[in-house]
């Protein structure tokens, strides 16, 4: 009887010891919010005024290395993982040039800190000198972690057209993310859509409701990132613009429906929620097709 106690007493140690290991927080500083995972820094949520737009850096996979980059090479405009778009009545607010256009954080902040998520509200306007602000955006931001070295983070975008907008037709929009070089197709990589087409020549231009990005390491983990697009989305599901060098895309306005400019109403609300899925192995072992009908079958 002591020994079947003394073992169910190591099991719960056990159990404590992983949940601990898992458990979530935040930390805000002066212009980002930090987040861990259990003791490990997970990642940054960037929101200086000297930046072009908010965004996640970095986005560190099971290894402990970022999956993504910032500024690298010869677009010095991709950072990570990030939102934003050119075009808008005559702004950028994707390339450098902060007098081009900017995406100003107003209202970052931790709104929900327990252990097992991390919830981050953020109201952005979008803003150029000498000229009305054309659009307005609230973001709900929601991490999680599982044991298994699975990071989740869903994004919720609700875009406020503050005027009438016109999007000219343009490669640079919306939700993206820039991998680390190591992990591109270029590198040995592989990018892989929802109907299995692989690299850019196949999925380019494609629609399609979700697309994984992974590679190895130069320890030989895999690792990888996926993006998912929600069905309740405008424009879904929105063709993706794909790079074998690290880039990838769900960009509706390169394809608009008049075929050269999406155009939005004013007092229009614009209601996008996509989520980000961090994982170790491929595509199939990672299981992204049923994290996927998980999260529209909620």
Known sequence: MKKHVSIIFICCLLSASLNAQIRLNAEKKVDQIDV??????FTSYIFSASEKYPFFFPVNGPSGASITS????????HSSLFFGCDKVN???????GLERGQIVSLKAQIAEATDDKI???????????????????????TIKAQEDGIRQIDFEISMQMLMDV?????????????????????????MVNAEGDKGEKATFGQPSPWMDYYGTRGNGEIEGIAILQHPDNKWFPAPWFTRDYGFFSPTPMYWPENDKSTR?????????????????????AAGIAEFYQQWITK
Not at 90 to 96: F, S
Not at 120 to 139: H, Q, Y
């Open 36 to 41: 861990y995972v259990g003791n490990k820094f």
């Open 70 to 77: 910032v500024r690298n090479g010869q677009y010095p405009h």
């Open 90 to 96: 005559g702004g950028n607010y994707w390339q450098e």
């Open 119 to 141: 919830v981050i509200t953020d109201e952005c306007i979008w803003t150029r000198p000498n000229a009305e602000a054309p659009i307005k955006d609230l973001r709900k931001i």
């Open 166 to 190: 016109t999007i000219e037709k343009t490669n640079h929009s919306l939700f993206s993310v820039r991998m680390d070089p190591d992990l591109a197709v270029t590198n040995g990589g592989a």
């Open 264 to 284: 939005l109403k004013k007092g229009e609300t614009v209601d996008l929620k996509y989520r980000v899925i961090i994982h170790a192995g491929i595509t199939e």
